[in-house]
């Protein structure tokens, strides 16, 4: 069964550092999102990205956040100077199309920021 | 979007029938139901989603009454592997890309 993977699964990292995550959607799905999840918290949306493009942003991210889809597989999630709050469980999401309501998340990215 | 409200948890034993029931008083013409799973440390998985009346696929049944506001998961004969977080989210299909999650029904089942 094709899956949505995403390295690293752990990451331990220093304020104010760099962070990227990366994701590898299922290969024939269009639309890829950034999900988080702060421990003992909801799941909260972060962007929607489409033809190479964002569609859609939660107020959570900010400046601070950018994504890309740096090659036909790729779609990654950089964090420029990572704060405590940062720390959180990051997921990956990919669909086939925009309006089902089917996404397939990936097992996510463990963001520690010290 | 509508508001969903789910009980915070339920507990069951392994063969039993499991109904979570989800109420969305606010549903919009427009929105649909859609229920996901999350184990621990997992990233949440699509269960079922549906407009009206019921749905069924391999994994679970979901009801709808006519005036859809409210919905309930139906899980046959749980077993320990079915404990997790399900969330119930209710939303315009033309959104559904931006899931929002509620705090979900936390399930355990027991031996």
């Given at each position: 069964?094709?899956?949505?993977?995403?390295t690293p699964s752990h990451?331990?990292?220093?304020?104010?550092?760099?962070?990227?995550?990366?994701?590898?959607?299922?290969?024939?799905?269009?639309?890829?999102?950034?999900?988080?999840?702060?421990?003992?918290?909801?799941?909260?949306?972060?962007?929607?990205?489409?033809?190479?493009?964002?569609?859609?942003?939660?107020?959570?991210?900010?400046?601070?956040?950018?994504?890309?889809?740096?090659?036909?597989?790729?779609?990654?999630?950089?964090?420029?100077?990572?704060?405590?709050?940062?720390?959180?469980?990051?997921?990956?999401?990919?669909?086939?199309?925009?309006?089902t309501g089917e996404l397939?998340?990936?097992?996510?990215?463990?963001?520690?920021?010290? | 979007?509508?508001?969903?409200?789910?009980?915070?948890?339920?507990?069951?034993?392994?063969?039993?029938?499991?109904?979570?029931?989800?109420?969305?008083?606010?549903?919009?013409?427009?929105?649909?139901?859609?229920?996901?799973?999350?184990?621990?440390?997992?990233?949440?998985?699509?269960?079922?989603?549906?407009?009206?009346?019921?749905?069924?696929?391999?994994?679970?049944?979901?009801?709808?009454?006519?005036?859809?506001?409210?919905?309930?998961?139906?899980?046959?004969?749980?077993?320990?592997?079915?404990?997790?977080?399900?969330?119930?989210?209710?939303?315009?299909?033309?959104?559904?890309?931006?899931?929002?999650?509620?705090?979900?029904?936390?399930?355990?089942?027991?031996?």
């Amino acid at each position: 069964e094709p899956e949505v993977t995403q390295t690293p699964s752990h990451q331990v990292t220093q304020m104010g550092q760099e962070v990227i995550l990366r994701c590898v959607p299922i290969s024939n799905h269009l639309y890829f999102y950034w999900y988080r999840q702060i421990l003992g918290q909801k799941v909260e949306f972060l962007v929607s990205f489409y033809n190479n493009e964002i569609s859609e942003k939660s107020e959570i991210f900010d400046d601070q956040f950018s994504v890309e889809r740096p090659d036909g597989s790729n779609f990654t999630l950089k964090i420029r100077s990572t704060k405590l709050e940062d720390s959180a469980m990051y997921f990956c999401a990919s669909s086939v199309w925009e309006n089902t309501g089917e996404l397939f998340f990936g097992e996510g990215s463990r963001l520690t920021v010290l | 979007l509508a508001k969903t409200t789910q009980p915070i948890s339920m507990d069951s034993y392994e063969g039993q029938e499991v109904n979570i029931t989800c109420s969305h008083n606010n549903i919009a013409t427009n929105d649909y139901i859609t229920w996901y799973q999350q184990f621990p440390s997992q990233g949440p998985r699509f269960i079922i989603q549906g407009y009206k009346t019921k749905v069924t696929n391999e994994v679970a049944s979901l009801f709808i009454p006519a005036d859809r506001k409210s919905s309930t998961l139906s899980l046959p004969r749980v077993s320990l592997s079915d404990t997790a977080v399900y969330y119930c989210l209710v939303g315009d299909k033309g959104s559904q890309g931006n899931l929002i999650f509620g705090k979900g029904t936390k399930l355990s089942v027991k031996p």
